[in-house]
């Protein structure tokens, strides 16, 4: 995944950059990531220009999303 968030906490972008092989695991972590939104305001040291991260998440037998 590939995810973008604003100084002020907004989601600005949220794709699946590697898929899981799983259209159906693919589309529940970015709607696990939309859901989280909005996001609390990011801290001065980070506030410019936003913050991208690149989590990789991994689902369990009983469904739960961990992140790695």
Known sequence: LLV???????LLEVRVL???GSRLLDR???RTIRRGAPYSRL????AE???TI???LSYTRGGELVSR
């Open 28 to 30: 529940a972590a970015l």
């Open 49 to 51: 220009g936003g913050l």
């Open 4 to 10: 973008r968030i604003a100084a002020d906490g907004r």
């Open 43 to 46: 801290p001065d040291s980070l």
């Open 18 to 20: 590697e898929g899981s």
């Open 54 to 56: 690149r989590p990789r």
